[in-house]
């Protein structure tokens, strides 16, 4: 029997490629820099949207509660 030393892998979660998993790859489990910023964007984006728009409904829904 043979022990086969195949190299993890793992899929970069932006362009689905595989990436081996070393010390040498440095983005990991980006392939590459590019993808990792652009995992990032996205990820600070959706952050950003989603608070600011409730915020802006509980404001709207206090003033309604001032004028009553
Ligand atoms: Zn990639």
């Known amino acids: 029997m043979s022990t086969s030393k195949s190299p993890l892998t793992v899929k970069c979660p932006t362009c689905k ?6 010390s040498e790859s440095k983005f990991k489990p980006f392939c590459s820099d590019r ?15 989603i608070p600011g728009e409730t915020l ?6 206090e003033d309604d509660f001032f004028y009553q």
């Open 17 to 22: 490629c595989a990436v081996v998993w070393c």
């Open 35 to 49: 993808c990792r910023l652009i995992d990032l964007g996205e990820w600070i984006m959706e952050e950003k949207r």
């Open 56 to 61: 802006d409904l509980d404001i709207n829904e």
